[in-house]
């Protein structure tokens, strides 16, 4: 699963930013790759953020689904938005190192 990180490593104000935990979610994908053009411009509200903010962004959680042609499922058969409240580490590792 790919995680970008950038910004104020010493910022108390953390965000985070996922996608495509649903295979089929392609929208997703242009949000986030439009964010990400946005926020590492060489702009001055893009630095602003940039400076104020520590952002952790995985741009699609669910690479192995989406491999596959998958919709909603990952590899293993599994809704990964139904394990969000106590995911398993061997199960579903996507969501439990997400959280």
């Known amino acids: 699963m790919p995680l ?4 104020n490593q010493n910022s108390k ?5 996922s996608a495509r935990v649903h295979p089929g979610e392609t929208g997703s994908s242009f949000i986030i790759e439009g964010f990400l053009k ?12 940039r400076e104020r903010f520590y952002f952790k962004v995985v741009p699609m959680i669910n ?3 989406v491999s596959r042609g998958n919709y ?3 590899a293993s058969g599994v809704d990964l938005n139904r394990k969000w409240k106590a995911p398993s580490q ?3 590792p996507e969501i439990f190192f997400l959280k």
């Not at 970008?4 to 910004?7: D, P, R, S, V």
């Not at 104000?13 to 930013?17: G, R, S």
């Not at 411009?41 to 630095?47: D, M, T």
């Open 13 to 17: 104000d953390l965000i985070v930013l």
């Open 63 to 65: 690479v192995d689904g």
């Open 72 to 74: 909603r499922f990952s």
């Open 4 to 7: 970008l990180t950038f910004g």
């Open 90 to 92: 061997q199960h579903h």
């Open 38 to 49: 946005e926020i590492l411009a060489s702009l001055p509200h893009s630095q602003f953020l």
